[in-house]
């Protein structure tokens, strides 16, 4: 066949290098609407759910069992039953419904019937919920911050700059897992340095990320992934009870957390058990609820990739999203991985949790360059900060964060790599030089800092891990060192643990250290002039554009 | 069970020999290979021969004068189970473990599964020089030394070009897993 100009042109556009395929629902290769996901129901005898989706009690697995004994509000579920799916569905968007009657619903009814739900509606719909349903009023954001070098100084003076551009939660991991509490140590420096009150995590191997948690190097966790099928979770060495005993663990000491799931990963790991993505990631949230945790991460997260290769794959994560919501449980809503080659196509994909807002718009806004990002790459990486500040201007949208100066933003740089040179010095780690702290402070990434000797620094993490330091060691050093400003907040962030306030649903913290959450900023959202609005003050930092032209330069 | 697969320049040769015992020698290191691993899938994810992998990751255990042990996995398709008993069988406590896609850990015994030494999980970067890079510094490990880490590749694009393939071979691995079959020693030819 003679070629067409055009079409081969359009061959070779970004968004044909991305991996694309058809459904095939037998394995579990569908995103939502499966035939061979379950019909709604249940049956209750004497208070206990005795059949749920078509399944008797007897043929329970055990995330049924758990789902429906601790994750359904019985008392209610024969009412929330009998209501049509499709006028639950006009309820989501009917703006003189509100929200606190749709939770009620949603957390009296089974998985396939939320499910069931989400089938009735488009993906403005879906939007349109989502704003109303979010737990928490005021939207936020979260970062990821790591480098390829797993850089201590690099990641702190990260770290500073993103909490200084608004992020509530900061996440780290590492390349290499041995040097785990350094990163930890440089994010939670980092973070309190650039903004008091930002949260901090390191998301590791459970037992080295709960462990990092109680030493108080970190504030918050999420990598705490649940499944939506028995297999899945059993070959990840879990249990419904096993996860819901680790929550408690951070719970007893005063850290906040969320799971994390996302449609697509029970096909990933090669169970899906015939079902839909989106029915699936379905149970992982009643099963997030029934562990009685307060937050999800999900939005597909790793799965990304694969969920957005099939039909309605933007739409299922959507979806997914705003069930979360429905269920009052705080969203982190994904956005956190690179998927396309098309800027067209994940520009789009982040309108869809960006105009809405969710409790956090991204799981993982890349503050650093994409090919330092130890989470194979974000969907947005520190490039399209001026792409995401514009957006909000352009539609006077809080996506979470806010513009800052260049000046401010190497102070902040400078400030955190000095603080960890200092802590670094005075826990008798492998000295930070002056030439880091100055290149840490002007960096774009890892291959602008000069070298460290990793076998040395990993050697030096272990040890001190053995010696038992802890979060108030870091505290002294601080307050002894000059640094009393940053030694407060680190200080406050460890009372916060025994305040437990923040542990409430979606919860964060202002830089006053008040915490913000679903139970005292509630989304009553009841269509135009209701929920969260743009404040004045707000409004004027969210606008800055310190390129734009000012009348008074003419 | 044994399959040959002749192809165009290696034939890899992987075939069940005993169950697999704790090691007694100090000087070994575990291959884990996961249940499809030479004998479904013979390819890596980029279609490297299995065989110049493991050619690769034994020269380069034996470069620092230790030995490779194979064994494969059958009750798991996840690579930090597999490496995990890997690492508890080893007379070092040192594993390798590697899926047929060509994702690769190293393991040490006293770790929970998952975590790990070194974690090389872009398979679509590697190629058979890294895989002798690992091979040698498994075995530093297992000689109690504490070498530099292989240098760290990512490509934040590989899961978009790479996630269905990765999907697809890993049903392969799931059809080969057995919950109830013990790790077994393997024979290894390449």
């Not at chain 1, 509490?181 to 973070?191: E, F, Q, R, S, Y």
């Not at chain 1, 050093?477 to 407060?488: P, T």
């Not at chain 2, 020269?59 to 620092?64: D, K, L």
Request: charged share 25%.
């Amino acid at each position: 066949m003679k070629r067409s100009k055009r079409f081969e042109k359009l061959e070779q556009m970004p968004i044909n290098k991305d991996g694309f395929a058809y459904e095939w629902e037998e394995v579990g290769l569908v995103c939502m609407e499966s035939p061979f996901d379950p019909t709604p129901s249940l049956k209750i005898e004497n208070g206990i759910i005795v059949e749920m989706d078509g399944k008797e009690r007897k043929d329970f697995d055990s995330l049924d069992k758990f789902i429906a004994d601790y994750g359904i509000d019985v008392s209610y579920a024969e009412e929330a039953m009998a209501i049509d799916s499709l006028e639950i569905a006009r309820m989501l968007v009917d703006i003189h419904v509100p929200r606190e009657k749709i939770v009620k619903i949603c957390c009296a009814s089974s998985p396939a019937k939320v499910t069931e739900i989400m089938n009735h509606l488009n993906v403005v719909e879906m939007m349109m919920a989502q704003m109303k349903m979010r737990a928490r009023k005021r939207p936020a954001n979260q970062a990821h911050a790591t480098n390829l070098d797993d850089n201590p100084v690099l990641l702190c003076a990260d770290a500073a700059e993103e909490a200084t551009r608004g992020f509530a939660e900061l996440e780290t991991t590492c390349a290499l897992a041995r040097y785990a509490p350094l990163n930890a140590i440089a994010l939670m420096l980092g973070a309190q340095t650039g903004r008091a009150g930002t949260l901090n995590q390191c998301s590791m191997e459970e037992a080295t990320e709960l462990e990092l948690g109680m030493r108080g190097f970190t504030s918050y966790a999420e990598t705490l992934s649940v499944y939506g099928t028995e297999t899945v979770l059993i070959d990840g060495g879990d249990t419904a009870y096993s996860k819901a005993f680790l929550a408690s663990a951070y719970a007893s000491r005063g850290i906040k957390i969320r799971f994390t799931s996302g449609t697509g990963s029970e096909v990933l790991m090669g169970s899906a058990e015939g079902r839909s993505m989106l029915y699936l990631e379905v149970r992982c949230l009643f099963l997030t609820k029934a562990c009685g945790v307060q937050g999800i991460q999900n939005g597909s997260i790793n799965a990304i990739p694969l969920v957005a290769a099939l039909p309605n794959g933007f739409r299922a994560m959507a979806a997914e999203c705003l069930i979360a919501s429905m269920l009052n449980i705080e969203v982190a809503s994904g956005n956190d991985t690179a998927f396309t080659h098309s800027d067209f196509r994940r520009g789009s994909k982040l309108m869809m949790q960006f105009m809405p807002g969710t409790d956090f718009v991204t799981s993982g806004y890349g503050g650093i360059p994409n090919f330092d990002n130890v989470f194979a790459g974000s969907n947005e990486d520190c490039d399209d900060y001026d792409d995401y500040y514009t957006l909000q201007r352009d539609m006077k949208v809080d996506g979470g964060i806010v513009p800052v100066k260049e000046e401010d933003a190497l102070a902040a740089r400078n400030k955190a790599a000095k603080i960890i040179q200092c802590v670094f010095a005075e826990l008798g780690l492998p000295e930070i030089t002056d030439e880091e702290v100055e290149a840490a402070t002007y960096a774009y990434s890892y291959k602008d800092m000069p070298p460290r000797n990793k076998a040395e620094d990993m050697k030096a993490a272990t040890a001190m891990m053995d010696k038992g330091t802890n979060g108030f060691d870091i505290v002294r050093i601080l307050y002894e060192n000059g640094f009393e400003d940053v030694a407060h907040r680190l200080m406050e962030m460890l009372k916060q643990r025994v305040i437990g306030d923040y542990l409430h649903t979606s919860a964060i913290f202002d830089e006053e250290f008040r915490v913000i959450s679903a139970v005292n900023d509630r989304n009553d959202y009841m269509g135009p002039g209701t929920g969260y609005r743009l404040s004045d003050e707000r409004w004027a930092r969210l606008k800055e554009k310190y390129s734009a032209l000012k009348p008074q330069d003419i | 069970m044994t399959e040959a697969i002749n192809q165009d320049h290696a034939i890899l040769e992987v075939k069940e020999w005993k169950e697999a015992l704790p090691g007694q020698s100090a000087d070994e290191v575990v291959i884990a290979l996961s249940p499809a691993f030479g004998t479904q899938l013979t390819k890596s994810i980029i279609d490297i021969d299995l065989g110049t992998i493991l050619k690769e990751l034994c020269a380069g255990i034996e470069e620092e004068g230790m030995k490779p042990r194979f064994i494969k996995v059958f009750n798991s398709t996840d690579l930090a189970i597999i490496a995990s008993q890997g690492s508890r069988l080893s007379g070092s406590g040192i594993c390798v473990g590697m899926q047929s896609r060509g994702t690769t850990v190293i393991h040490q015994r006293d770790l929970v599964p998952l975590d790990n030494l070194e974690l090389f999980p872009q398979a679509p970067l590697y190629d058979e020089k890294i895989y002798r890079k690992i091979g040698r510094n498994a075995a530093k490990y297992a000689k109690g030394e504490n070498p530099e880490p292989v240098e760290i590749l990512n490509d934040y694009m590989v899961p978009s070009k790479y996630l269905i393939k990765s999907t697809l071979m890993h049903f392969k691995e799931g059809e080969m897993m057995d919950k109830s079959k013990k790790a077994m020693d393997m024979k290894v030819e390449f």
